[in-house]
């Protein structure tokens, strides 16, 4: 820690911090950006009037970071240092360096503007450009204003283009902090591999036999490949026939693992030891792994991309951009000079990467976001005023306003209701929050909570790669009650039900093939919605939710109403010949339901003749994900408020053009592989 860069720049820092109220600071990674920064201010006194808010994109990040600043600074984790994630906070009283995800803050500014009890905001990791990164940028910009006696502003990044920055926040000084890198030797392939997971093999066994001590970094995609991977590396590293005068030990990294498998890249090895750390893009800036010599690039990324004009997410494997591949080099030489073995010829990397990551803002649905800023309710938070580091598209930000509007949280002006503002507070998305809100109509809440904690918590619902997810879901071999064929949404509530009726008991899981942490995950999860709703309640809410599990086909009716009202911009109709679905939205796509899902064709072999669905996601072909049938004098009042539906007054009567937007979805980077399974951005 004593030679972390950051540390001999402490002086100047201080002093920029002090005279300025909004500063850049530029580092490369490792250079203590996450880890010292908060320890510098607090050292200065900033902690006095205040606590010093330090936000990360990813929740990993987030944890990671408190922890180790904890140790370094030898308190409690959740005293002085503590972090706040969804659903999870590890703060108190005491704490006045606080860790949490950008999300999280988003939340906080709802019930205080303000922010009022932070001294310090440093928006960290900044290149990663999130969505919510980027909200809070131009949040920040509007907040210096109001507090600019007392508050004081920190971007961080690795990479980010800093004039950019600066200028956005008035020509603030940006700091550099010089890295210690040493030279890093970049060795590209001739072609593209095949199979990227064999080539990474195969380089990872060759640096073993003939390279020096080091450990490697290999950038995978995703969990199934990591997982793959790293199965392969152990058989192969026992059974090398020319062998290696290492030992070695494989290590995963991504971000669904568990806390206690994710600190174990941080030790150190043992002696005469080579360390494999498999890892997603993680490992590029977010968490800063020692003793790295070697890295292998595959060259890819998975990336979760959204198309407004179709409402449809697909799940890609896509190129890297320049800036990434650059930063995954960086990775091997932080310790001595390193080597990064980059699958892909140099031609490719010239000529066909972009240079830059596509910022999220520019490839998410905006609806979250949109209400977001509506429910800020202040005149200068117009979204089309609102001042972004790179406008969202037009299309993106129409798309947003029409699922809002069907979903009641704004009216046909596009003014937030008072629907919207309940589902602003949720850590929900909008649909999920509308859900509850009609549950809570209709007499389900209770049900309808549980639903939503199992939606919230799925990855971390069952064992092993995540492909296989929904298949064993299906194969669970759960005696569940009739009801299943009514879909997804009402099995996972049979589920934990289930679950309910043994007293939460911990073998049951095991018997069932369900993740005994993502289990007890659903049940705080859904102990907190309860407390949020009941706290919502209290101004304009009546909430029903003391009734116990009450089955019945008339609870799940009603569960399936308050689905189909949430959904409401989810819904689709089967085709007349087949049990292909067709999407009710502004522009209709053919679809199938996934394979996982547990809805079951009637008698006649026919499934139900319209669904409302939780995700549409572009795998091998377009998919419905999580489905739920629903009735047709449901269906057919939000079929004619989609008639109504008037851009012009929604948008407030201005074109959606949000001043110098730059990029469209066109421009995004070409798809190259599509792969089944969960995001595994924002880990
Ligand atoms: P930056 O934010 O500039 O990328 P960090 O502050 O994250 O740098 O990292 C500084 C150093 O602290 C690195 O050497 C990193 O390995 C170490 N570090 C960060 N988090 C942990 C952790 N949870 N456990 C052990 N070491 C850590």
Redesign the pocket.
Known sequence: ?AN???LQFEKQIVETVDQNPVVVII???????????SQILHRRGYTKSGIIGVTQPRRV?AV??A???A?ELGVHLGDEVGYAIRFEDRTSERTHIKYLTDGVLLRESLSDPELSQYSVIIL??AHERSLNTDILLGLMKRLVRMRASNLKVLI?S?TLDGEKVSNFFSNCPILS?PGKLYPVEILYSNERPTSYLEASLKTALDIHIREPEGDVLIFMTGQDDIEKLVSKLEDRVQSLEEGSCLDAIILPLHGSLPPEMQ?RV?SPPPPNCRRFIVATNIAE??????GVVYVIDSGYVKQRQYNPSTGMYSLDVVQISKVQANQRAGRAG?TRPGKCYRLYPSILYNDDFLDVTVPEIQRSSLAGSVLYLKSLDLSDMDILKFEFLDPPSPESLEDALKQLYLIDAIDENGLITSFGRVMAELPLEPSLSRTLMEANECGCLFQALTVAAMLSAETTLLPGRSKSIEKKRKHAHLDLPDGSGWGDHIQLLQIFEEWDRTNYDIGWCKDHNLQVRGMLFVKDVRKQLSQIMQKIAKGSLDVRANGRWKEGEQDYRNLRKALCIGYANQLAERMVHHNGYRTLGFKPQVVQVHPSSVLKPDDEGKLPEYVVYHELIATSRPYLRNVCAVEIHWVMPILNKVKKINVNKLSGGTDLTVEGTEGKLSDLPKKEVNIAGVPDDHE
């Open positions: 820690m972390l860069p950051i580092g490369e990674t490792g250079s203590g950006k996450s880890t010292q920064l990040a990671s970071v922890r180790r600043v140790q960290d990791e961080t690795a902090v600190v941080f800036t977010s968490l800063t792994v020692d932080r």
